[in-house]
């Protein structure tokens, strides 16, 4: 066998990710040695994918791969592909962690509250997206009157979900250039991320709310193994051991979507069920890999296990590739040419969006969290027009040692965050289904939005009734 001789289609692919990668080292010089550039915070992934847009608007890149070979529906569709399973790989390796909450009743209180701002901002990105786009529904534009529900997944949830339900609405409900329309959207909340968050920053300073921290070498205080853990003297190495946790629970993962897929469920199922449970595959990789870490607990509480395999060290450095990989190939994979017509649209739901989230945050940041009301809103904000990097890159500029308890609320209100929130999620297979299903899943959001709302501001309404 000439193991030398490639499928046309491999080698490709092979071009692509050898060009990615070359980008990518470029962004990160860029990055590194370009004042206004590194002064804006932008990750070098999100800056990798713009260079590769740009690429390929000019068509530079088809030229590089050969259009020829692969075209550009091709193309599109192994970058959303390489989106799709980076987001659910990342979301695994950052459950299978192990962590340790602070129980007491004032941190837990904390971070039920900024759960509840995350759910809350969904709640009001989904309201704003949708509102726009039902009315423009009655325009001459006829955008498909749901395409609003990708507003908070492309800022609150990130570039992963945003084309993995954009492409359901493609594929499922005929809304033509979805998939391209969800990652302009997570695009653009990165950018709003970062030079939002940086003009904030350069304001607060100016009025004295934000002092400048001295420029110093960051040292991480994470630990790269556990007395417990396997021994670099093992057989096996402990970054494929990481590698096979992730693999496995990703395998369960697929296996359980593929058993949905070939249940007889009926119609119904089958054009709004099934899509939905492919769209939640990071969401049932999450709990598989939760699953997966009960088990573990139950072996050693039994002493049929004594190893610490999962390494939070070596877990977190798989989930930033994996979310690198998920950023540059998400945004690399946005179409020009299908968003002509939703130009407009693109416009009122990014700056309306972004102007709400912006003033929503920062109120309740200031008014939840007295104590550290910067790095919680600068924090959230981050979270909520990018992702939880963001969130920490923001967070670095006024808390460099994480001294406040903004980092661990940032990271473990995902679970309150979760469970409040999906009932929204549901309506995201509900809503594509017609102009009737969208303005009935709307008003449900408006409903949820006011009781998460009087939930969140529970102390302060009881107070007042008793005092009456």
């Keep these: 066998m000439d193991f030398w001789v490639f499928d046309i289609k491999t080698f490709q692919i092979w071009i692509i990710i050898g060009i990615m ?24 992934a999100i800056i990798t994918g713009l260079i590769i847009l740009i690429l390929k608007s000019f068509g530079l890149f088809d030229f590089l791969i050969n259009s020829e070979e692969m075209n550009r529906e091709e193309l599109n569709s192994f970058l959303e592909a390489v989106t799709y399973h980076a987001l659910g790989l990342g979301v695994i390796a950052l459950t299978l962690k192990s962590t340790v909450k ?8 904390d971070l039920f509250n900024a759960g509840l701002i995350t759910v809350n901002t969904y709640l009001i990105q989904a309201i704003i997206g949708v509102s726009i786009t039902v009315l ?22 990130g570039t992963g979900q945003a084309v ?22 997570a ?22 709310r934000i002092k400048i921290v001295e420029e110093k070498q960051f040292v991480s205080t994470e630990v790269i193994a556990s007395p417990n853990e396997v021994p670099v003297t093992e057989a096996v190495d402990r970054m494929t051991i990481q590698l096979a946790l992730i693999l496995v629970v990703y395998f369960l993962t697929f296996l359980f979507m593929y058993g949905i897929q ?3 469920l009926g119609e119904f199922a089958n054009k709004n069920v099934k899509p939905m449970v492919w769209g939640f595959s990071f ?19 039994a002493n049929l296990m004594t190893r610490d395999y999962p390494n939070n060290y070596l877990l977190n450095r798989i989930s930033g590739f994996m979310f690198d990989v998920m950023i540059v190939a998400g945004t690399a994979a946005i179409e020009i040419n299908v968003l002509k017509h939703l130009i407009i649209p693109l416009v009122l739901l990014c700056v309306i969006g972004a102007i709400v989230t912006y003033f929503y945050v920062r109120k309740l940041s200031y008014f939840l969290f007295p104590d550290y009301q910067e790095e919680t809103f600068l924090s959230l904000f981050g979270m909520l027009t990018g992702t939880t990097s963001t969130g920490m890159i923001l967070l670095r500029e006024v808390d460099p040692k994480f001294e406040t308890p903004a980092a661990n609320n ?16 549901y309506l995201l297979g509900v809503a594509p289904q017609g102009l009737r299903q969208t303005i009935v899943s709307l008003i449900i959001v408006i409903i949820m939005f006011i009781a998460f709302n009087i939930l969140l501001f529970r102390k302060q309404l009881f107070k007042k009734k008793g005092k009456a």
Excluded at 168 to 181: L, Q, R
Excluded at 283 to 301: E, M, N, Q
Excluded at 410 to 425: D, T, V
Aim: hydrophobic share 50%.
């Design 21 to 44: 990668t070359v980008v990518f080292l470029f962004s990160n010089v860029l990055r590194r040695k370009v004042g206004f550039i590194k002064k804006s915070l932008l990750p070098t």
């Design 102 to 109: 602070d129980k007491t009743k004032g941190s837990q209180n």
């Design 136 to 157: 423009l529904f009655f325009t001459s534009l006829k955008i498909f009157p749901a395409a609003g529900f990708i507003l908070p997944l492309g800022y609150g949830q």
């Design 164 to 185: 993995t339900f954009g492409t359901i609405f493609e594929e499922t409900h005929g809304f033509y250039g979805g998939a391209s329309f969800g990652l302009t959207i």
């Design 187 to 208: 695009t653009v909340g990165f950018l709003c991320a970062c030079f939002i968050g940086v003009a904030h920053i350069s304001l607060m300073r100016r009025k004295g």
């Design 262 to 264: 070939k249940l007889p």
């Design 283 to 301: 969401l049932i990789g999450s709990i598989f890999a939760a699953l997966l870490k009960v088990v573990f607990k139950g072996l050693k509480k």
């Design 410 to 425: 940032l990271i473990y209100q995902s679970f309150y965050a979760i469970a409040l929130g999906f009932p929204l999620f």
